[in-house]
């Protein structure tokens, strides 16, 4: 059984920086791909960013493209969310998804592991 434990969240200032982390257990992890997506109030969960088992794939939705990296280590079965130049509209519950394969998706279904969630508030 996976399981996948976010952390960092918090309340920041519009401009700031938060870097989430999300720790995986229970599958080998370095085979498969991670994704963040978030969910606001009232609105569907949507993609952030993802990045394939061996990190050289990464996509990045476009309303965080420039300000989000994602990276993984795979030493540490964890993969991390830098978030900078925050924005109110970043608001949200940030999820960590595992995937079946190898592959960075950017779609809710490809993925079949999810963390909790772990809620980001920037204020302006």
């Known amino acids: 059984q996976v399981q996948l434990v976010e952390s960092g969240g918090g309340l920041v200032q519009a401009g700031g920086s938060l870097r989430l982390s999300c720790a995986a257990s229970?599958?080998?992890?370095?085979?498969?791909?991670m994704g963040w997506f978030r969910q606001a109030p009232g609105k569907e969960r949507e993609f952030v960013a993802a990045?394939?088992?061996?990190?050289?794939?990464?996509h990045y939705a476009d309303s965080v493209k420039g300000r989000f990296t994602i990276s993984r280590d795979n030493a540490k079965n964890t993969v991390y969310l830098q978030m900078n130049s925050l924005k109110p509209e970043d608001t949200a519950v940030y999820y960590c998804?595992?995937?079946?394969?190898?592959?960075?998706?950017?779609?809710?279904?490809?993925?079949?592991?999810w963390g909790q969630g772990t809620q980001v508030t920037v204020s302006s």
């Open positions: 990045i394939s088992w061996s990190g050289v794939t990464r």
């Open positions: 229970g599958r080998t992890f370095s085979s498969h791909a």
């Open positions: 998804a595992a995937g079946p394969t190898a592959v960075a998706g950017i779609f809710t279904y490809e993925y079949d592991t």
